[in-house]
């Protein structure tokens, strides 16, 4: 049975080939080329099929699945079509033109219509149109039609074709909402009489109680979740705003620095680190929950080249976060110097150093404070001689890049720099009373300066506003003056935009969160207080405000009273045990380490926390075991004790005999003269 293969369209049957008639033709031919219908090489000279019969398996061809596969007429001869692109283009233009001509004359007679049509002005009361205007807006497309519908059909007895009857402006055609309209142009000049003044949450505020001293330090977290605040009483708070009740009590209380003044707090870009710069020369690193990380390192105080120091040797006065390496934060502190540290060091070393000098004495001068810019390729510091020092944080930190030397009052301490939202203006604010705005474009003088801002704290900061639209920062109360104030100005043309008092208490710290867009406060009355409003912010104070307060957990005692009958028979006695009330109970409980289920204090040395300890493990056992040890001959007469080494120095000599052994192999001794004097006697050999 001969098979045939088919492939589609395309049908071979191998089995009608003659190939052994070509092999005996070859054979017959001796290979010549010329003979032959094949003619090719004489190798094989009949591919053709002579036999006219129809293969036994024929591809059969289905029209309709021809039409489903997509391949119906391939091959067919058909050309590619060909496009004028030119024409198209043409053609295209000429049609949206004539759309847009139509379109124009559509809108000029509905214009027309709604001048020549009648309108009569309706007296309708504010409510009335405001749930009219709800009513429009929240109606689908069809239920209008009807609704105008239904209205034209109402009105059209009185409204008929006569003009002479109607009074007043003629009314819109039927393509407008009278209603719609007039709520849109109101929402519309709402949004337009928004000034700068209305976006300022300030409608609402909330008091978190520090303590009674003056708040130096102020931070929020990235997302906005946790604030920590510092003061002067040299204590750490921190509050979260999604886990207090409207007690508003902070969750946590440390002294990181012990008796030092808490100059400088920061959240980490990430959130999950705090940097604390205190009055100590070693800056502190804790994570989230106020638990310390690792503390830097203090350098020598005799070494006077502070690049050789590990770490700063006078009080930190600043420190900020990198903004884009999440791992390196920036220190300054009075030894006239600028430290990088990276956290992966644990503050064992400074990865630089950046010496502060004055440009034309060429002396020391101590930075008062230190920040990034946004995109974190300078660092700048302002110093106690009224200089701005900007470095490239690509490069060496030894060059200046951006200097200006009197750019505050030299001998007063620059108290805040920071970076505008669009990274290249800055703002200065001062103990001289001033605060000034610097381009870093152009950097040889202020843009922008205003004065009269009273500061008695080294600390008093200023910041911008999450629109970069306004500058904000504090003055302190002077002499004579009742309360802080908290004052705005416009960052294009320091204007006073808007001023804040804050009631008997200097304003140091101020904050405006970007997400929360929410403000706080910093105070020298140990309150920090936040500012919001109900409508433009988010989270923050409004979680804690929605929540009911928390009932102090009530205690229970037992009122009956106990009868008390010594002699009774057992049978009728009551138990011994004396009633405890649940107060007593729970307090007794919660030193139980298995009710109270207290983790298991870390595992120490042996011989600490109630574990046995093994002999010779401690200090003390081991010096016990020494003594015991050496003086286990007490008990023998000295004498003695020297004597039983007589016999084994003469034959093994070790400290005397071995250096005269080449010079004096036979001892000499010293000759006894008899005119010599006896030997003094003891007291008691003389007097008996």
Same mark, same amino acid.
């Given at each position: ?26 054979d ?15 190798? /094989? ?5 002579? #036999? ?8 059969e ?31 295209a233009? @000429?049609?949206a033109? %004539? @759309? ?12 027309r ?9 309706? !007296? ?9 205007? $709800? ?16 209205? +034209? ?10 003009? +002479? ?8 055609g ?7 309209? $007039? ?5 519309? %000049?709402? %949004? ?39 003061? !002067? ?42 940097l $604390?710069?205190?009055g ?19 350098? +020598? ?23 884009? =390496? ?20 644990n503050?064992? @070393?400074?990865?630089?150093? /950046? ?40 490069? #060496? ?8 030397q009197n ?9 805040? !720099? ?11 604010r ?23 801002l ?35 100005f ?17 304003? =140091? ?7 929360? #867009? ?16 109900? +409508? ?9 405000? $929605? ?5 102090? @957990? ?8 106990? =009868? ?40 120490? /040395? ?33 004498? %003695? ?48």
């Open positions: 049975m001969k098979r045939g293969i088919g492939f589609g369209k395309i049908g071979m049957n191998l089995g009608n080939l003659k190939l052994k008639d070509s092999e005996k033709a070859e017959s031919g001796g290979g010549g080329s010329s003979g032959g219908d094949g003619g090719g090489f004489g190798k /094989i000279n009949n591919l053709v099929n002579t #036999n006219k019969e129809e293969p036994e398996f024929r591809v061809r289905n029209e309709e699945m021809e039409k489903i596969m997509g391949f119906k007429g391939f091959g067919s001869g058909k050309k590619a079509q060909q496009f004028d692109v030119e024409a198209m283009f043409a053609s233009a @000429k049609a033109q %004539e @759309k847009n001509i139509l379109n124009n004359q559509k809108l000029e007679d509905e214009g219509k709604e001048l020549d049509s009648d309108y009569i002005v309706p !007296v309708v009361s504010k409510e009335k149109k405001n749930a009219e205007n $709800v009513k429009s807006k929240t109606l689908p497309e069809p239920d209008k039609v009807k609704q105008k519908e239904s209205d +034209d059909d109402s009105d059209s007895d009185e409204d008929s074709d006569s003009d +002479d009857d109607t009074i007043g402006p003629k009314p819109p039927s393509g407008a909402n009278p209603a719609v309209d $007039v709520g849109e142009e109101s929402e519309d %000049e709402e %949004e337009k009489e928004e000034t700068m003044v209305d976006k300022i949450p300030r409608s609402h505020e909330i008091k978190l109680v520090h303590g009674t001293k003056a708040i130096t330090a102020l931070s929020l977290d990235p997302s906005g979740a946790r604030v920590i605040s510092g003061g !002067v009483d040299y204590d750490l708070k921190l509050w979260d705003f999604a886990g207090m009740d409207p007690s508003l009590r902070s969750f946590r209380k440390i002294r990181p620095c012990e008796s030092h003044v808490l100059n400088h707090l920061e959240y980490s870009t990430t959130g999950d680190r705090i $604390v710069v205190s100590n020369c070693q800056p502190k690193v804790l994570d989230r929950d106020g638990g310390e990380i690792f503390e830097c390192v203090k350098g +020598d105080q005799y070494v006077l080249d502070q690049s050789r120091n590990k770490g700063h040797t006078a009080s930190g006065n600043s420190g900020a976060w990198h903004p884009k =390496i999440k791992d390196e934060f920036l220190t300054c502190a009075n030894d006239a110097t600028m430290r990088l540290w990276m956290v992966e060091d503050g064992r @070393k400074t990865k630089q150093v /950046i010496k502060c000098k004055n440009a034309k004495t060429g002396l020391r001068t101590n930075p008062t404070s230190c920040t990034y810019s946004r995109d974190g390729l300078l660092v700048c510091g302002v110093c106690l001689d009224g200089s701005i020092k900007m470095w490239d944080h690509r490069k #060496n930190f030894i060059n200046v890049a951006l200097q200006m750019a505050h009052e030299n001998g007063q301490e620059i108290t805040c !720099v920071q970076f505008g939202y669009d990274n290249r203006l800055v703002a200065t001062s103990n001289d009373e001033t605060l000034k705005l610097w381009d870093v474009r152009m950097f040889k003088k202020y843009i922008n300066s205003v004065g009269g009273f500061s008695r704290f080294a600390q008093t900061e200023c910041c911008f506003s999450p629109d970069d639209k306004m500058i904000l920062t504090g003055t302190s109360m002077n002499k004579g003056d009742t309360s802080g104030k908290l004052i705005f416009d960052k294009e043309t320091f204007s006073k935009a808007f001023e804040m008092e804050v009631e008997n208490s200097h304003v =140091i710290k101020a904050a405006w969160h970007p997400k929360l #867009n929410q403000m706080l406060v910093g105070s020298g009355d140990g309150v920090v207080r936040v500012f919001y409003d109900p +409508d433009r912010s988010f989270r923050g104070a409004k979680l804690c405000m $929605v929540k009911k307060r928390t009932e102090a @957990k009530q205690v229970n005692y037992i009122a009956t009273q106990r =009868i008390i009958t010594p002699y009774a028979l057992p049978l009728f006695k009551e138990g011994n045990e004396r009633q405890k009330s649940t107060y007593r109970q729970l307090v007794k409980d919660r030193k139980d380490p298995l009710k109270s289920r207290n983790p298991d204090p870390p595992q120490l /040395i042996k011989g600490t926390g109630g574990k046995t300890a093994q002999g010779g493990s401690t200090l003390h056992s081991f010096m016990a075991k020494q003594i015991a040890v050496k003086n286990k001959d007490d008990h023998i007469d000295p004498r %003695e004790r020297i004597l039983r080494h007589a016999k084994d120095s003469e034959e093994n000599p070790y400290w005397i005999a071995p250096a005269y052994k080449k010079n004096q192999p036979v001892p000499i001794f010293r000759d006894v003269d008899e005119d010599e004097p006896p030997e003094k006697m003891t007291k008691k050999e003389t007097f008996g």
